[in-house]
């Protein structure tokens, strides 16, 4: 047991080679914490004795009590190995989905990882989800196969048994990899090929598809876990042991006398040996020959446990002397055979050095950085490495070399912020003093007690009691006093005043360059493009200056703090060699939750964090007191710094809004709040569930499952589908649902019509809203007359496969042509709902491609368009039911007639002209346009304006109705509203995935709970080898809430499910149904809505909103109490 100082982890770090940064990673309750703590133990951190109750990572209270981690945190360890010496900068992560965004920032920082998997409980979703995280990441994994004991203790498996389970896990897992080995080396492979067809000079002859081949050639051996490749150890954290194969393969050479590599290659796989031939064959499974590694391995490991737990002391004793182990006294005596256990096994199978060794021979080392990894850190979105400025492809070397010198750029990637305690800072706690401070302390003292004594002397008056206390107390307090020397180590004063209860430390990593106290470092943003910065700023400038002029989305700040991340604790440091992990204090007015730091400013800011959880989860807070609102806006805004993925909101209506992946994340952020951030009581609403707004085909039967249009329809025909269905006068429909109508100016008139998406098309707009994103950027440029970006050739390609995407999926005359009509995709320019314009007059699409001639037709019809883009993107930002977004809804916009407004001739297109002026002098201000007419809105647009609204107020009785832009939003806004009012119109819920592993004599609860609340179940397995089962279900957000604490409750903590984001369902209920045929009318009554999910929560969300909700309280009241008397 090593406890290391200070001095030798600093001088650890500095040798990249040996360093290797890593993070623990696994589905909830694996025991990833417990495995940290059995190798944090190992450095005399904590004792080995409390390893594994401890649990010494989760230092935030409600970890321990919830007993799982909620963030990821850091610790440094060294280790020695012959006579290497290992710098481990281990991150803990948390396995439950509600927090897999920390999982994103630990596998940012770090070049490998430990995948930990329960030996009982097999692969699980989240295991499955951060190996993809690992891959996404490009660091390379080692596998931890835990809680073996669990094989012997609860299942009661014998070590033949036991080693065809593991033999099952170790394939289950090579399968993920193997799928996303091949879904990679796939894309690879076709964004070759897409190369080759790019650059004509490639071969012609080679143009046939071979989907293999690209899996063939490439080797794909060294991915897999398998223990003869060493990247597997066998562990059970709680009772501190593990072993990868390479330790029996040791001992037993010199037992048996066969070579280590051929052991190596053979203890794991079904071979068995000869002892008297000392040769080692293929199992034979008819003579019942066991595997070596049952026989040598798990035999030995059963047999201990059996002696221990049948408490057989001769058996025992035999092989801890057999071993040649030395147990002490109290632990052979104790009564609990688990410490016994862990006695023996932690002694003769260290579980730390099975680990470490693994970790630090198959992990890579900071150096080991690979080309592929930077080029994908350096290229944030569609950006491609070849397009970067040569000053920032040059910076690759600087990544590749990690090197120390003081000429390598210093890069510092931040993933987090995490908030600390002021008073936890090494800086503001009294800390032991070093050997020579408490030498001068003293040699002060005694001068003082020197010059007392003489002054005493002279004063004759001696008072006995000063001298002592003098002794003790003077030096400190001087010392405090901040006397020159002093003041590096004595505590800084924490301003007042500021909150500065809580500081933010950046959880970090230098990836170049060596971080040094005080340097001054460029803070780039997400948004931050060093093209622009290397345009604005004359070459020469290379390190950050106050002086630079400003650049959009840069800061410059310096490192203040630096600091050794040690668990709960923090060391302060001077300075961080490149390749380690570090924490940095000061940066909170400067990064909000992630950034990039580099001291040159050609670096582009890292690609951003990937995130596999939406969060979904909102509920709005307010102050119990609202004389407290500025504290908890404060707060909120620390908490939004402090957590990597919550969102904060303020709405429209005013309401601070926190938005998390789930409940249990939302139950920490609340308590953060409250307990650490803004310190007051807060009452929280209840949470705001989100809901989608779509319209389907017209139902084929009726709710009685009756044909629709066959029955007799009622006398008593119910009110409130009139009232629904009415539609304002001067509105035309069609019977195909063509709604007309035109402004109020009469001027325009816009006929629209809405169809339902079909749901790949939606789906597939889902996907590709980033894509989307770019393609309404470009064109709005290129529409304006900017013709700025420049597409890159990928990215072009990508767009046409998007568009053949769609048009393969809108087949059919409804849909002929629609693609290449389309004008926009809405909400907010990148949703899933499209805006099509069918009218002849005027042709415009979304697709970059030749701009259409500029005739001044067109210019018009165009800068109308614009009003017209706009109404559809607020009509589908919230739509007619309850104000939510649309979503797989296609307006066809079929006619636009402008005639009575050519019409009108002068006054009104001065009055058009008039509407785009504003648009138009900015346009000038930024063009600078050679047209006589843009020189005049320059020179005197002020005037000419007043002139006009003069002019105006005389002539046209219509332009009462403001700018013919404005009414054109209204009036498609409108439109598109009607558009969907007269189909069939439904709401759409948030659906969580659910994965829950119960055992099969509860099975039966967890699926009424899950019936109860509106889940669905798509599959039930059985998990081979165990009596657990693995359902994958579907369940409505909206009905989520406490649901996990109910399925635990009702299977006594025995069954927990995993909920994740998963998609958008349409809930198949009419929210506006009321009876209309005899049949439905008798089967569900004249109310009817007793059933209705979707005008439930139709209504729920209205009287949120603060809308009108048409419900009746009470309504037949005496009825209703006949009704009870009669049960
Ligand atoms: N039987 C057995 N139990 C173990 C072993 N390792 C951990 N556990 C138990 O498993 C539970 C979860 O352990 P943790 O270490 O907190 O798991 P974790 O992976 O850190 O969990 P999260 O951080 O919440 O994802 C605890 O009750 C541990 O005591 C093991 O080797 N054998
Ligand atoms: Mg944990």
């Not at 003093?433 to 005694?446: N, P």
């Not at 209205?1102 to 209703?1120: F, N, P, S, T």
Request: aromatic content about 6%.
């Amino acid at each position: 047991m090593v406890l290391s100082s200070l001095d030798k982890m600093i001088q650890l770090q500095r040798n990249t080679a040996n360093i290797r940064n890593i993070c623990v990673l696994a589905h909830v309750d694996h025991g990833k914490t417990t495995l940290a703590d059995c190798l944090i133990s190992s450095n005399g951190i904590i004792s080995s004795r409390l390893a594994g109750k401890l649990r010494y990572m989760d230092s935030r209270e409600d970890e321990q009590v919830r007993g799982i981690t909620m963030k990821s945190s850091a610790i440094s360890l060294h280790y020695r190995t012959g006579n290497e010496e290992y710098l481990i900068n281990l991150i803990d992560s948390p396995g439950h989905v509600d927090f897999s965004s920390e999982v994103s920032t630990a596998v940012r920082i770090c070049d490998g990882c430990i995948i930990v998997v329960d030996a009982v409980e097999g692969v699980c979703p989240q295991t499955q989800a951060v190996l993809r995280q690992a891959w996404l990441e490009n660091i390379r994994p080692v596998l931890v196969i835990n809680k073996l004991d669990r094989l012997i203790v609860e299942l009661k498996f014998t070590p033949q048994e036991a080693y065809s389970h593991l033999k099952n896990i170790l394939e289950q897992i090579n399968a993920l990899t193997g799928t996303l080995f091949t879904s990679k080396v796939l894309e690879e492979r076709a964004e070759r090929d897409t190369d080759c067809q790019v650059n004509p000079s490639s071969e012609q002859g080679e143009q046939v598809y071979d989907w293999s081949s690209g899996l063939e050639n490439t080797d794909d051996s060294h991915l897999y876990f398998s223990p003869d490749q060493g990247n597997v150890v066998f562990t059970s954290a709680i009772d501190g042991w593990g072993f990868g194969i390479e330790h029996f393969a040791k001992i037993y050479s010199q037992k048996i006398g066969i070579k280590k590599e051929v052991l190596l290659k053979t203890l794991w796989g079904d071979y068995y040996i000869n002892m008297k031939a000392k040769k080692i064959m293929k199992v034979d499974q008819a003579k019942g020959k066991k595997p070596l590694f049952v026989q040598l391995i798990l035999e030995n490991i059963w047999s201990l446990y059996d002696a221990v737990l049948k408490k057989d002391k001769e058996k025992i004793d035999k092989i801890v002397t057999s071993l040649g182990l030395k147990i002490g006294a109290r632990e052979a005596r104790h009564s609990d055979p688990k410490v016994q256990i862990n006695a023996i096994c932690s002694q003769w199978l260290p579980i730390s050095h099975a680990v470490l060794a693994m970790v630090c021979q198959k992990l890579p080392s900071p150096l080991d950085i690979t080309a592929e990894r930077v080029e994908r850190l350096m290229c944030a979105g569609s950006q491609m490495f070849d397009s970067l400025p040569p000053e920032t492809q040059a910076l690759k070397a600087a990544f590749m070399n990690c090197g120390s010198e003081d000429t390598a750029p210093v890069i510092i990637f931040v993933s987090k912020m995490f908030a600390v305690d002021a008073k936890a800072l090494p800086q503001n706690k009294p800390r032991p003093l070093t050997q020579e401070e408490i030498a001068q302390r003293r040699e002060r003292a005694r001068q003082r007690h020197a010059e007392k004594l003489m002054v005493a002397a002279v004063q004759v008056a001696v008072e006995p009691t000063q001298d002592g206390s003098a002794l003790e107390t003077k030096p400190k307090v001087e010392s405090r006093g901040g006397e020159q020397q002093a003041e590096s180590m004595a505590p800084k004063a924490v301003p007042e005043g500021e909150n500065k209860e809580e500081c933010f430390i950046a959880f970090a990593r230098v990836f170049s360059g060596v971080a040094q106290r005080g340097k001054k470092m460029f803070v780039l943003g997400p948004k931050y493009s060093p093209v622009e910065f290397l345009n604005r700023v004359p070459l020469g400038f290379s390190t950050p200056a106050d002086e630079l002029p400003p650049v959009p989305h840069m800061a410059c700040c310096a490192l203040e703090n630096l600091y050794l991340l040690m668990g709960r604790e923090l060391e302060e440091l001077e300075e961080v060699p490149p390749g380690n992990v570090l924490g940095i204090g000061g940066l909170q007015d400067f990064v909000l939750k992630s950034a990039t730091l580099c001291s040159s400013p050609s670096c582009p800011p890292f690609i951003p964090l990937n995130f596999e959880a939406t969060p979904i989860v909102r509920v709005a807070v307010e102050p119990k007191h609202p004389s407290e609102m500025p504290q908890l806006v404060k707060g909120m805004k620390l908490l939004n710094q402090a957590d990597p993925c919550v969102q904060i909101l303020i709405q429209e209506t005013g309401e601070h809004v926190l938005v998390t992946a789930g409940e249990v994340h939302l139950q920490r952020c609340l308590d953060d709040l409250k307990e650490r951030f803004a310190k007051i009581q807060i009452s929280v609403s209840e949470p705001i569930i989100p809901f989608r707004e779509t319209i389907t085909k017209p139902p084929k039967v009726d709710m009685v499952n009756e044909e629709i249009g066959k029955q007799q329809k009622v006398a008593v025909i119910h009110q409130t589908k009139e009232d629904q269905s009415k539609i304002p006068e001067g509105i035309q429909v069609d019977p195909d649902g063509q709604i007309t109508i035109s402004t109020p100016n009469k001027l325009a008139t816009l006929s629209v019509r809405a169809m339902p998406l079909p749901e790949e098309v939606t789906q597939i707009l889902e996907e590709n809203s980033d894509l989307i994103r770019s393609i309404e950027q470009f064109t709005s440029s290129l529409n304006e007359g900017r013709n700025t970006q420049v597409i890159h050739q990928k990215t072009q390609e990508k767009i046409w496969e998007f568009k053949g995407k769609l048009e393969q999926h809108l087949t059919g005359r409804k849909w002929r042509n629609i693609v290449d009509q389309i004008w926009s995709f809405g909400p907010r320019k990148c949703g899933p709902n499209i805006l099509v314009n069918k009218s002849e007059d005027f042709q415009n699409s979304v697709w970059p491609g030749p701009v259409s001639k500029a005739s001044k037709e067109t210019t018009k019809y165009r800068d109308l368009g614009n009003s017209i883009v706009s109404g559809f993107q607020l009509a589908t930002l919230s739509g007619p039911m309850c104000e939510e977004p649309l979503m797989g809804v296609c307006f066809v916009l079929e006619k636009w007639d402008l005639s009575k407004f050519d019409d009108q001739g002068g006054s009104d297109k001065q009055n058009q002209e008039q509407s785009i002026l504003g648009k138009e002098v900015q346009k000038a201000g930024e063009k600078h346009s050679s047209g006589a007419e843009s020189q005049e809105l320059q020179d005197g647009c002020p005037e000419r304006f007043e002139k006009h609204t003069a002019q105006k107020g005389e002539t046209s009785l219509s332009d009462c109705y403001g700018p013919l832009s404005g009414q054109l939003i209204a009036t498609m806004k409108e439109a598109c509203r009607y558009a969907l009012h007269v189909k069939p119109q439904r709401l759409m819920a948030a659906m969580y995935t659910c994965d829950i592993m119960a055992t099969g004599d509860v099975l039966g609860r967890v699926y009424a709970v899950l019936s109860k609340r509106e889940g669905r179940v798509l599959q039930e397995e059985m998990k081979e080898g165990t009596d657990m089962f693995i359902i994958k279900a579907v369940l409505p957000v909206a009905e989520s809430f406490g649901f996990a604490d109910e399925i635990r409750k009702r299977t006594s903590g025995l069954a927990s499910p995993q909920l994740v984001f998963s998609h958008w369902e349409i809930i198949p209920s009419d929210p506006f149904w009321v009876p209309t045929t005899e049949e439905e009318y008798l089967h569900f009554g004249e109310k009817a809505d007793s059933e209705n999910q979707a005008r439930k929560y139709m209504n729920a969300v209205r009287k949120r909103k603060g809308l009108c909700v048409e419900e009746k309280i009470v309504e037949h009241a005496e009825k209703q109490r006949t009704l009870s008397k009669n049960k």
